[in-house]
């Protein structure tokens, strides 16, 4: 059981990590608009350029001293597994996602982790299997993304392809972070968190190089300065949201993640003009994100210490 103030605590970790992400949609669009980006190329170079410098963030200034040492001892098959997943498998089908789909109806769709959580740990970490409850919550939370689908308001774009990728990015950051278990007894989680945004950059760059004469758009202050600011999110969010992974069982922490969709939608909402929620945002938003609190309230802890 944990105490007040350790729930304090990771509230305000998990509501820091909220209003990071939850802006990043807002600022992706921005670049979009500024930049004029017609092609996937493009979107992934400015990927790639965003994570690498994020992971060069974490591991230069972030991490322990001399964090290449510490790579050397690390499990290599988990941590390409968990860059592939973390970084190069979540933003590929992210970035693709966005281009054809509203940032208000991704901000509402991560919240998808929790759901892939209460699946698929009991088949890769032993955990207790799912309930009835848990399949009702889950079947709850599916017609709630059903309805933000079928009605998400202007500027949506392609909501249901849209939907099913903003789904598969959800799915690969949890695998991200079922091997982040494992991972972490042979590396500790900053420096992986760094590699893997780092290398996972640099693939995406590969993916962009079609794009590569491009890059002079950074010669616009205002695409340099919202990259930046989009490494310092990452950066920054995910070595909070991984350490806590590692300290704290994730069900516990699936209770708090209802903070990122609603962070996510209410900043789309505010700073992307050619966007405006629909019903299907309000009401199948609000059932997700009661199911999210429900899935937390249901998921027994699992049976190793809290550190």
Same mark, same amino acid.
């Given at each position: 059981? =944990?105490?007040?103030?350790?729930?304090?605590?990771?509230? /305000?970790?998990v509501?820091?990590?909220? $209003?990071?992400w939850?802006?990043?949609?807002?600022?992706?669009?921005f670049?979009y /608009?500024?930049?004029?980006?017609?092609? %996937?190329? !493009?979107?992934?170079?400015?990927?790639? $350029?965003r994570?690498?410098?994020?992971g060069?963030?974490?591991?230069? #200034?972030?991490?322990?001293?001399?964090?290449?040492?510490r790579?050397?001892?690390?499990?290599?098959?988990?941590?390409?597994l968990?860059?592939l997943?973390?970084?190069?498998?979540?933003?590929?089908?992210?970035y693709?996602?966005?281009?054809i789909?509203?940032?208000?109806?991704?901000?509402? #769709?991560?919240?998808a982790?929790?759901?892939?959580w209460? +699946?698929?740990?009991?088949?890769f970490?032993?955990s207790?299997?799912? @309930?009835?409850?848990?399949?009702?919550?889950?079947? %709850?939370?599916?017609?709630?993304?059903?309805?933000?689908? &079928?009605?998400?308001?202007a500027?949506?774009?392609?909501?249901?392809?849209?939907g099913?990728?903003?789904?598969?990015?959800? =799915?690969?950051? !949890?695998?991200?972070?079922?091997?982040?278990?494992? +991972?972490?007894?042979?590396?500790?989680? @900053?420096?992986?968190? /760094?590699?893997? +945004?780092?290398?996972?950059?640099?693939?995406?760059?590969?993916?962009?190089?079609p794009?590569?004469?491009?890059? !002079?758009?950074?010669n616009?202050?205002?695409?340099?300065?919202?990259? =930046?600011?989009?490494?310092i999110?990452?950066?920054t969010?995910f070595?909070?949201?991984?350490?806590l992974t590692?300290?704290?069982?994730v069900?516990?922490?699936?209770?708090?993640?209802?903070?990122?969709? =609603?962070c996510?939608?209410?900043?789309?909402?505010?700073?992307?003009?050619?966007?405006?929620?629909?019903?299907?945002? &309000?009401l199948? /938003?609000?059932?997700? *994100?009661?199911? *999210?609190?429900?899935?937390?309230?249901?998921?027994?802890a699992?049976?190793?210490?809290?550190?």
């Open positions: 059981m =944990l105490s007040p103030s350790t729930h304090a605590r990771i509230l /305000g970790i509501l820091i990590c909220s $209003i990071l939850g802006s990043a949609f807002p600022a992706i669009k670049v /608009g500024v930049w004029e980006m017609e092609s %996937m190329a !493009t979107r992934f170079l400015f990927a790639g $350029i994570f690498t410098i994020a060069l963030l974490v591991l230069l #200034l972030i991490s322990k001293p001399r964090p290449w040492q790579l050397r001892h690390a499990d290599w098959r988990l941590l390409a968990f860059t997943f973390q970084t190069v498998g979540q933003y590929l089908f992210f693709l996602a966005l281009s789909s509203s940032g208000i109806l991704g901000s509402l #769709l991560v919240s982790g929790s759901f892939w209460v +699946l698929l740990a009991p088949l970490l032993k207790p299997p799912p @309930t009835v409850k848990h399949y009702t919550i889950l079947a %709850m939370c599916a017609i709630g993304i059903g309805i933000a689908v &079928y009605a998400p308001g500027g949506a774009g392609r909501p249901l392809v849209g099913l990728l903003f789904l598969c990015s959800s =799915l690969s950051g !949890t695998l991200g972070v079922i091997v982040l278990q494992p +991972l972490s007894k042979t590396i500790d989680v @900053t420096t992986a968190t /760094g590699f893997s +945004l780092f290398a996972g950059g640099v693939v995406l760059t590969l993916f962009g190089l794009a590569m004469a491009e890059v !002079t758009a950074f616009d202050l205002r695409v340099a300065g919202i990259t =930046l600011y989009l490494s999110v990452s950066a969010a070595t909070l949201w991984n350490g590692r300290h704290y069982p069900n516990i922490l699936a209770g708090y993640r209802f903070l990122i969709p =609603l996510g939608v209410i900043q789309s909402a505010l700073f992307i003009s050619a966007e405006s929620p629909g019903i299907g945002i &309000y199948g /938003g609000s059932i997700v *994100i009661v199911g *999210i609190f429900l899935l937390s309230r249901l998921s027994p699992p049976a190793r210490p809290v550190r």
